[in-house]
């Protein structure tokens, strides 16, 4: 086999653990063997799924020169009072992993091959929002995935819930706020912390990576740029609210897909 039938094998073998009862993302066939390998895989992925791109995750590069960055391969839930996700299990009870997060929504489409500045990034930016990402862990429990294993299969990614518009503006500033997140009257709070400093900051450099790489990012897609306190569990079938300190708040309920 060539090198892009690999890669292709390796996309559809992890596109399916996506929707498979017990996922192992774990393949033996073929090994990811550096950042743009695993690119390829995960545009092979976006060919698959057959359906408009609606968003992206990312940080800005990190200082071990790992970069994060990942399509998102769900139809976006936008503002909606339920969500559904592929519940994890621990203990024979069903929870949903979440990460509280901003997202920021472009208001312009970016073309491939095109060389971006950040003031002209910056005017292709529009709304920011109140956003969850819906987290699904897709290799087998006692297997050791590596870093570009995990950037292949789209950095335990599974979907996004798009909240509240929120202030553009105090979205910018947002380096520490306090989260509540509140369920069956337990209140979990936590002192957030954005990974990156700024949730804008990401996006800049997302944008100039992706452009350069061929990708056509366009007007409407929604940017996640990391959690402000990691994954949260929380239960199922039951409204929780979520409170972001000087921001606002929202309420869903996660539903099994």
Known sequence: MSQ???????????????TATTPASEYQAYNVSNIDEAFEVQQAMVSLFAEPVDGWKCLTPQAN?????????????DNQPSCPIVPATKDGQTFARIEPEIAIVLSEDFLPHTQY??????????????????IQSRFSADYKASYLEILADG???????????????LAYQASKLTIKVTADDKVQEFAGAHPCTLPQN?????IQYLTDKGVHLKKGQAIITGSYCGVVNVPMNTPVTLLYQGLGEMTVSFTAK
């Open 4 to 18: 892009n039938e690999h890669q292709l094998s390796l996309a559809k073998h992890l596109f399916a653990q996506r």
């Open 155 to 169: 950095l335990s990614n599974q979907g996004l819930y798009l909240g509240p518009k929120i202030d553009k503006a």
């Open 202 to 206: 990401p996006v800049f450099w997302l």
């Open 117 to 134: 500045g950040n003031e002209q990034i910056e005017q292709g930016i529009g709304a920011t929002h109140l956003a969850l990402e819906l």
């Open 65 to 77: 020169e790992q970069l994060i960055f990942a399509p998102i391969l769900s139809k976006v839930v």
